[in-house]
Every structure is written in C-alpha cells, then in structure tokens.
C-alpha cells in the first residue's frame, strides 16, 4: 500500500472505509499482506464508536447494545491492501464459556503470528485502564515489538486533572514494559483526541515500523 510521504488528508484517507470481509476462523483471514491496523478493547469500552467516528461513517462498525455480541474479526479497507480490523470484544461474562475460549484463541493467534499487522489500537474506558484481560492482551502482543496506540475512551466522564493523570500513568506503565506507543485520551461523544487519533493510526499505514509516532501529552 502506498502512502504518499507528504502531508496527508487523514479525514479524508480514513473516509474511503468500507467493509470487506468478516471472518470467524483464523484460516478464513485475508492473505496475509498490506498492512493491517487492529482495533481491541473490552466489551463496551467504545471500540466501534471508535471507528465510526474516525472514519466519520455512521455505522460502519455495528454497535450493539448486547455488550459481547461481536464474536468475529471484521475487516474495512482503506485502500488497496490497506485494512481497519475491527476485533472481537472480550470481558463479557455472560457469554458461553466455549465462545470465550474461542475469541481467545482467535485473538491470540491474530495477534501473536499475523505478519500483516503493523500496530494495534488498544480502547480502555479511562475510569477503568489496564483491566486483567486488557494485560492479557498485551501479553499475547508486545513481544512482536509493534506500536501500540492506546486510546482511553469515554475521556469526557473525567475532569481535566484526572484524564492527565490517567494518561501519564498508563504511558508510564506500558513504556516500562518496553512498548512503542501513543496515549490519547478520547471521547465519541464530543470528539475529544480525534485528529491525534486520525493521524496517529493513519501513520502506521505510512510507516511500517510505527517508530515516528510521538507521544500525545
């Protein structure tokens, strides 16, 4: 996929998404080529609002009001060999104790061995970061060295002093372990780190490595 190294309309880049693909199994994934950026979060944490409102498309990722309901890998493109992934919630407890262990293993694949993914969007409701699960998840994912851009979601449910405590201990805590990220605090509901989050997603489809990302205070 080629990125033009100049100045990019990321509103518009991220604009084109349309839906291509949704899978349930890791052997009915896409070749794996291009680059692909993943979205992940627990359950009810924001994810496909997310989306939606980075890609300004009214329900291009589908917002159930049945936390946990999304149980497959959902694929947008963005341009040739260029994909939003849109991974299954997780932390739900009232779902099957059977569709759990598969998501998990879903995800642990995906995120462990995909060679086409070049960075992942983790979505943590800023009142509650850095759950079990969301460690979890990092476990699977930080050791392939890959950028990791944390957006704490539903930003506008804290005053200013508590949301920059937030961020910096989040970013404190996950650069002790070795990541290469950016901690935005983000709100859906009044647009709060849209541009940041704009431009730091749409440069891992211009920087395979994801080094230039700068920190959002």
Request: no cysteine.
């Amino acid at each position: 996929m080629n990125i033009p190294v100049e100045k990019t309309n990321w509103e518009a880049f991220f604009q084109r998404a349309q839906f291509h693909i949704t899978v349930d199994a890791y052997a009915g994934l896409p070749p794996d080529q291009g680059i692909e950026v993943a979205f992940a979060g627990r359950s009810n944490a924001g994810k496909s609002s997310a989306i939606n409102v980075l890609t300004q498309r009214n329900r291009l990722a589908y917002s159930s009001k049945t936390p946990g309901r999304t149980q497959h890998i959902n694929y947008f493109s963005v341009g040739e060999e260029g994909y939003l992934v849109d991974l299954p919630g997780y932390g739900y407890a009232e779902v099957p104790k059977a569709v759990k262990l598969h998501w998990q293993r879903l995800l642990a694949d995906y995120l462990a061995s995909r060679e086409a993914l070049k960075g992942l969007v983790l979505l943590m409701d800023i009142r509650h970061p850095l759950t079990v699960l969301d460690e979890q998840l990092l476990e699977w994912f930080l050791p392939r060295q890959k950028p990791v851009i944390v957006l704490l979601t539903k930003s506008d449910k804290l005053g200013r002093s508590a949301r920059a405590q937030t961020v910096r201990s989040v970013r404190q805590t996950l650069t002790d372990r070795g990541a290469t990220l950016t901690v935005i605090p983000f709100s859906s509901l009044d647009r709060e780190g849209l541009e940041p989050a704009r431009q730091a997603v749409g440069e891992l489809f211009r920087n395979e490595t994801g080094r230039e990302i700068s920190a959002v205070p």
